[in-house]
């Protein structure tokens, strides 16, 4: 989608405003690229039964035959090394034939994943997806959802929904469990209270993921569409609301997780296109059971299990099983010989094992918390994406964006963002814009 600048703000700056001073040189850099990548994303509907706030697809009753999902998922094993296959829309659960779809992805030897808000899932469907070789569900749950019954409620609150699901997926058995939510103004001091729930739950809650908003804000740019004006009126991701903030970033949702717990300790990103100093995605591993979080997985560890499971699979990990993520006391075990945080996180087992043996003796569960910063719009209007990101979707064949999908729809290709400020005078085509390649990403 089309979002906000980043306000100039530098690194110095940066380290300045918060308290958590992250250098991507200290992180791993995560070796996803546009065609060897863990996921690929799969949109066989647009229809919708919420109306989400930051929402950037057009909720239209429409759903893609099986034969044009089949020949999408043929597209994907052609343009791109992927690991599982992320089936979301829209909300998937609303094509009628969601299990076929997750049966034939199950046919080609890919994990899939449902993308869902929940809405529409019940007990004897997920029996069905689960025999048709459904791998596990990722829930969008947030507070600016408008779903009936939940309106007005904290993200706090939002965790009694969350716990409903959980206990669904639990029923089902051997299925990953993974939530989202987006980050507002007014929720970036809740992220704490989601981040708990997860750790209270990391022996069923797998994956965390904060998603910061974005919107076209038409006070500050206009968009180019072939360098005429495009009508931005018929994207669902604009605003018109000056002082809705748009540029709270991953450093943010990182700096609320800190508070949280100050070993809170990112161990792998993906940069920007344009500024590859940026942290498009965020990647935490901690490491514990419900009752003690021990630590957080290093960098040295992502990048050794990232490799291993290239090497061994010929493909980059994407949602990882259950049994899996069950291994905790082997890296703590393992890990700190290569890892300084894992060392950490072993010393602190070692500690609570003595005051409770049970700590010892019981599972040890890892769960990843990631911070996900969408499109940001430079000053100049060029628009940093994410490098390498996973939800790439397809449009007319080529890979493309997700989140800038219905650019491509409405007009043919990606927006050119010009600052009003510097339009006075010009044309337009001579200032720099988007990157109008073929090379696309989401968020």
């Not at 019954?149 to 089902?172: F, H, P």
């Not at 998603?211 to 994207?235: C, N, S, V, W």
Request: with cysteine; net charge neutral.
């Amino acid at each position: 989608m089309i979002p906000i600048k980043l306000a100039g703000v530098q690194r110095c700056q940066w380290r300045a405003m918060f308290p958590t001073h992250i250098d991507h040189l200290d992180l791993y850099r995560l070796p996803w690229s546009l065609t060897d990548n863990p996921i690929a994303w799969l949109e066989p509907t647009q229809q919708c039964n919420l109306a989400c706030d930051g929402c950037y697809r057009m909720n239209v009753r429409e759903h893609k035959p099986l034969e044009v999902v089949e020949r999408e998922l043929e597209t994907f094993a052609r343009l791109r090394n992927f690991d599982g296959v992320s089936i979301a829309g829209g909300d998937p659960l609303l094509h009628p034939h969601v299990v076929e779809i997750v049966a034939r992805v199950t046919a080609r030897g890919r994990k899939a994943i449902l993308n869902t808000n929940g809405v529409a899932l019940t007990r004897e469907m997920l029996r069905e997806l689960k025999a048709a070789g459904l791998v596990g569900l990722t829930f969008h749950v947030d507070s600016h959802q408008g779903r009936p019954g939940w309106r007005g409620k904290t993200e706090r609150e939002m965790n009694d929904l969350r716990s409903e699901y959980v206990e669904l997926v639990a029923s089902a058995g051997g299925l990953s469990c993974a939530f989202n939510s987006t980050v507002y103004e007014d929720t970036l001091d809740q992220v704490v209270d989601v981040a708990e729930w997860g750790a209270r739950n990391i022996d069923r809650v797998h994956t965390v993921v904060f998603i910061t908003y974005r919107a076209a804000k038409l006070d500050e740019f206009d968009y180019l569409a072939g360098g005429r004006p495009a009508p931005m009126k018929q994207l669902v991701y604009t605003t018109e609301q000056t002082e809705r903030r748009t540029d709270i970033s991953a450093r943010h949702v990182a700096a609320e997780l800190a508070r949280h717990d100050a070993r809170y300790r990112p161990c792998a990103y993906l940069n920007g296109t344009v500024d590859p100093t940026s942290f498009k995605w965020l990647l935490a591993m901690r490491i514990g059971t419900p009752r003690r979080i021990h630590g957080w997985m290093g960098a040295r560890t992502m990048e050794v299990s990232q490799a291993v499971h290239h090497l061994w699979t010929g493909r980059y990990m994407s949602y990882a099983p259950p049994s899996a993520l069950e291994a905790g006391r082997s890296l703590l075990l393992s890990g700190w010989a290569i890892d300084d945080d894992v060392r950490r996180a072993s010393l602190a087992w070692a500690r609570s094992a003595l005051s409770d043996p049970r700590d010892a003796l019981g599972k040890q569960h890892l769960q990843a918390v990631v911070c996900i910063q969408p499109i940001d719009l430079m000053e100049d209007g060029r628009d940093n994406m994410c490098d390498g990101c996973p939800d790439m979707t397809l449009h007319e064949g080529k890979l493309v964006w997700s989140c800038r999908l219905e650019e491509w729809r409405e007009f043919g290709q990606p927006l050119t963002a010009v600052p009003k400020q510097r339009r006075a005078g010009q044309t337009g085509c001579g200032l720099a814009g988007g990157r109008g390649d073929e090379k696309s990403t989401q968020t």
